[in-house]
């Protein structure tokens, strides 16, 4: 593509963001808000893609967009049903926020781009040195090797606040159902009949290419959270003996199984997360799989909102066949 | 110029105008019915031919056929979706548009 | 370098839009947006920061923005839930104070 065309994109892509973002936070229906909140955040895995960010990319599109998506209408449901429609902006309050960004806009831009001038200027950052050291890591993909090896307390800490929110969201309230009956139609239960085993593969896809590619646990545990999400929309439900105890184990299963491989260094006399050399891969791999089930129920159990009730996500249907009554 | 490049841009020329009028329809179409048909021409067969265009591009066979199982998979949903949306919106009791409003 | 600098700056704007609807708007859901909002212009900035000198960008922002991301969505869950707890428990979505202010 030609250098000009490139530009046109390079100032298009963030105009339409900023665009959708101001049309976002002003429009006067929430439902259209949330509506272009999932646009921007699709929008903006695009803009990831062309800074070549293709992990974050993929992460925005599955959790920016999907999962946060999903939770916002859920919620925007919610909060109308109990709220009524009726909004409460207020007036007095816009100017003093107009007035208070405005200074901080010239503040931050200034600030920013005087630190800008003063970061070193080595060409890829700390990226030569990831790469040096790559091949210790035991994946071949140098975000997958930050995340889990490098950096691996950030993860371990992310995890832990991830089911620090299941935990919250459960002690908040009791799941409610959101829908006053499942999705029945027949159509739905022939597209879950493929997809469901779709998302699954592709779950385990994404996963098992974190390793040498773009992709990996938090954007595979998205596409499992999906699956769950469209299984329990169409009427699927947990069954009661599973929805205690073993639903919590699983639940925490992956934060622990992390914690635990983090001291298996100390034990051993390395440091924390240090992974005894030759058990790298085996270990991050088994830490992988156990955090992409976890973090799919977790992201499952925010967006149901509340902890489970019974065996049910709905009342029982008054007739079998509530479906042929309404046609 | 590669033929397989001049192909690739006819097809990625060809799928613009769809996703153009898909877009109008969404905006102008007056009810949810419209806009959903309006919708769904933009998702199969525009996108459909962006698939193609770029599928030609890929460096092996295997990047093509994902290529092409993304559009089935979007198709698969888009029909789904519609079909959802329109459902509900009936039971809701939106009549749809008869054309003299 | 031009790019890195567009994106730096799309960033910016981005958290400051962010910041107005979240002092300028009660409503709780429009709130939790515009922290949404904010949260992405940082990440815009990680980014076009990681991406500034030429050849393959640095790795390290580019993990600490997924991290990010992931942090993001357990925050906007919570606030969510305790939303729809207000919403629930006093029959408005924004917070008390702008009512009184108002009246």
Redesign the interface.
Known sequence: MTPGLL?LF??LL?AV??WL??R???SSD?FR??IL?IA??LL?AL??VR???P??AL??AA??AG??GA??LV??A???S???RR????A???S???V??GT??LA??AG??WS?RL?P???????PL?DRHLAESGVDH??T???LN??GY??LL?VG??L??AI??WC??EAVPFLQQPLESQLLTGFNRMMLPILLLSSGYLLWLGSHAPG?A?QAASLLAAGMLLALFSGASLPAQWSGLPLRLLLVLGFFAFLAAAIIGPLTGRALLHYPPAWEKPLILLVEWLLTLSIALI?TA??I??RPTGSRLYPPPSSPSAEGRRQ | MDPRDILSIVFLLAAAPFFLAGTIGLLRFPDVFCRLHALTKADNLGLGLIVIGLALQADTWLQSARLLLIWLLVMLSGATVAHLIARTALRAGRKPWSGRS | MS?SL?????G??????????L????????K???A??MG?GV???F?????????????????????G??????????A??????I??T?????LPG?DE??R
């Open positions: 530009l390079d100032l963030p963001l900023l973002a101001w976002s936070l002003t929430l808000a949330v909140f921007f955040s903006l803009a990831w800074m070549e960010a992990d974050v992460a925005e959790i920016g999962v946060t939770l916002l919620a925007l919610r909060i109308e109990a709220a009524g909004l409460s902006p207020s007095r309050w816009r003093a926020a107009l208070l960004t901080a806009l931050a831009a920013l781009l800008l970061l200027t080595m060409p890829g950052g700390l990226g990831v140098p975000v090797a930050v995340l490098f950096r950030d993860t992310e606040v991830l620090l929110a919250a969201i908040l309230d990996g938090f992201l925010a967006v909102g509340g | 790019v567009v994106y730096t700056a799309a910016i704007i981005l958290f400051l839009l962010g910041t107005y609807g002092v300028a708007y009660a409503h709780l859901l429009r939790i947006l515009a949404n909002i992405s990440f815009m900035v980014i076009a920061v990681a991406g500034r000198t030429p050849g393959a960008p640095d790795p390290v922002p580019h993990a600490m923005v997924l991290t991301i992931v942090v993001t969505v357990a925050f906007t869950s919570v969510l839930a305790l939303a729809v707890r919403a629930r006093s029959n408005r979505a924004h702008r202010e108002q």
